[in-house]
């Protein structure tokens, strides 16, 4: 109620009028000043807890404020750097498109099979010859279906790929009544496309893998699993199927895939590429899926030699990916697929708000370059207004230098042709870093990408780097690993020496949190804040913090 609010709201007045009027000597006046001080941060902290916008209703979860001081600390951030998905997406993925036999599907067509109009009906594929299909999948290309119906080989090895190559664990709590459990949500939403297409994933043991193609249950030997992290970018799974071929089936990022292809049917990598940058340029996530032929006899002698290097506790890790990138080379391009992952509500104006507090915005993600930048544009980070966005792509560590003075070079000439009369000094002190970039007429935004920023994250080359991405309004760096974002956190704190906050929901994004002294943890379980204590220490909760902080005062001022 608003008798409530401001009562609420006065509190930390009341409690500090009563403790200032509380006699005592020097000692018990500087203890009581103390405690006041800390009852009125955690009456602040409150704000937090009992703020309306930020409570989550769908699971009844508010803010949670893990620390007094949080609120007080907030007005002071310079720098937010975010991961992308679940964070200013919603990460509820959705199949969208895919691209088999260079063909692409997925856009909305009308009766006719035309691409239709913005606006005009249309209706979405029917499953109903499928009884396992999941009722809440919705396509709305009919030639899809219809290319699975016809037999076509490309479409059905494609599905057959999206069943077998996961880690998915199926539940049937009914007859006919399928239920996934997947460790990411890409891997859920490919695994539901292929089912309602007719490639049902049944169930999976630790020697095989059921699946249930066109109706016709079919028992695949599960003989490896090669698993994906965040270096490889990618899994495979090797299987024999039950006329004894054995076949390897992979599927990640596309700039890893796309290198490791037979040289062959260069038509084929073609059009899918342009499908690829096509479906980015939508804001699409990408997959790259191939497969390759196993000799019965180099497969024996792989998994051999894959058993010793397990086996050995010395360079274990560094033997396993070797045998890994071995195998998973000269594989045959079968096609793509592209993910739906919507913008939450609010995050246009939310960073337009930030952007008005000279809050600069980082955002650290492995997403393909394309959809990272579209995601930009669409929650109003990049803008059609800004002088120019620069894009940093170089494969060596002269390019990334050479594309980042001349970025900087642009920055300056603009800032001399309305007049500011800046002059660029060729060298800049470690510890002057604000240097006349931080001044530069026009807004400007930088995307770099993974194996760019690596050269630019080298210690000769760090310096040039930050003054270049400190000079612009926001900052996306794409297809970088988890170490990389920790990376880039470090080096804005050892040279601006500014508030910073990191935000994040999943486990790669915990390097980049731990690497600041404040973090958020977005969850579909409501947002929760802390703080870091020093030397790398977590701060107890608030009440027994208060307590230890206002025992350490007094013992302070005991021993004066």
């Not at 370059?369 to 995601?375: G, L, M, P, R, Y």
Request: net charge negative; hydrophobic share 40%.
């Amino acid at each position: 109620s608003r008798a409530s609010d401001e009562m609420g709201y006065s509190l930390p007045k009341r409690v500090s009028q009563y403790v200032f009027l509380v006699p005592g000597d020097s000692a018990q006046s500087a203890t009581f000043l103390f405690s006041s001080v800390e009852i009125i941060r955690l009456g602040n902290s409150f704000y937090i807890d009992w703020d309306r916008k930020m409570y989550y209703p769908l699971n009844d979860t508010p803010a949670q404020a893990r620390t007094t001081t949080l609120n007080e600390e907030l007005g002071q951030i310079k720098y937010i750097f975010s991961d992308k998905t679940g964070t200013l997406t919603q990460n509820i993925m959705v199949f969208s498109k895919c691209s088999v036999n260079k063909r692409s599907y997925g856009d909305v067509l009308d009766v006719l099979g035309y691409k239709a109009e913005l606006g005009e009906k249309t209706e979405p594929v029917d499953f109903s010859f499928n009884p396992l299909a999941d009722p809440n999948f919705t396509f709305w290309d009919t030639g899809l279906l219809e290319a699975v119906k016809l037999g076509d080989p490309h479409v059905h090895e494609f599905f057959r790929l999206l069943s077998l190559c996961h880690t998915v664990m199926s539940e049937e709590k009914n007859p006919g009544e399928l239920y996934y459990k997947a460790q990411s949500p890409d891997e859920g939403a490919l695994v539901t496309a292929a089912r309602n297409f007719g490639f049902v994933f049944r169930s999976r043991t630790p020697k095989t893998i059921t699946v249930q193609e066109l109706g016709q249950p079919v028992t695949y030997q599960l003989l490896a699993i090669l698993d994906f992290n965040n270096v490889r970018k990618r899994m495979s799974v090797i299987v024999r199927n039950h006329e004894g071929q054995i076949r390897l089936y992979c599927k990640g990022a596309d700039t890893i895939l796309l290198e490791r292809l037979h040289p062959g049917n260069q038509e084929l990598y073609n059009v899918t590429t342009d499908h690829l940058n096509e479906y980015a340029g939508e804001g699409l996530r990408t997959l790259v899926l191939a497969y390759r032929d196993l000799e019965e006899s180099y497969y024996t002698s792989w998994a051999e030699r894959l058993q010793r290097a397990r086996t050995i506790s010395e360079g274990r890790e560094d033997r396993v990916a070797r045998l890994y990138e071995e195998v998973e080379n000269d594989m045959v391009l079968l096609g793509a697929t592209a993910i739906e992952d919507k913008l939450q509500q609010g995050v246009p104006e939310t960073i337009a708000l930030l952007t008005l507090a000279n809050i600069k915005i980082w955002v650290l993600t492995g997403d393909k370059q394309e959809t990272a930048v579209n995601i930009g544009y669409s929650c109003k980070m990049l803008t059609d207004e800004m002088t120019e966005v620069f894009i940093i792509t170089g494969h060596t560590v002269l390019e990334v230098r050479q594309e980042l003075r001349k970025a900087r070079e642009k920055m300056m000439d603009s800032s001399r042709s309305v007049g500011n009369g800046f002059t660029y000094p060729e060298k800049v002190a470690a510890s002057n870093l604000t240097s006349v970039l931080e001044a530069v007429a026009g807004e400007y935004a930088l995307v770099i990408n993974g194996h760019s920023l690596a050269h630019a994250l080298e210690a000769d080359m760090e310096l040039e780097f930050l003054e270049t991405a400190c000079a612009c309004k926001a900052v996306i760096c794409c297809r970088v690993t988890p170490l990389q974002k920790a990376q880039v956190v470090e080096l804005v704190k050892k040279y601006k020496k500014a508030v910073t906050l990191a935000i994040g929901d999943g486990a790669n994004d915990v390097s980049m949190i731990k690497s600041e002294w404040r973090g958020w943890r977005s969850a579909k379980g409501g947002p929760h804040f802390w703080v870091r204590g020093s030397k790398n220490r977590p701060r107890p909760p608030i009440k027994m913090w208060l307590c230890w902080e206002i025992n350490r005062e007094m013992s302070e001022i005991n021993s004066i």
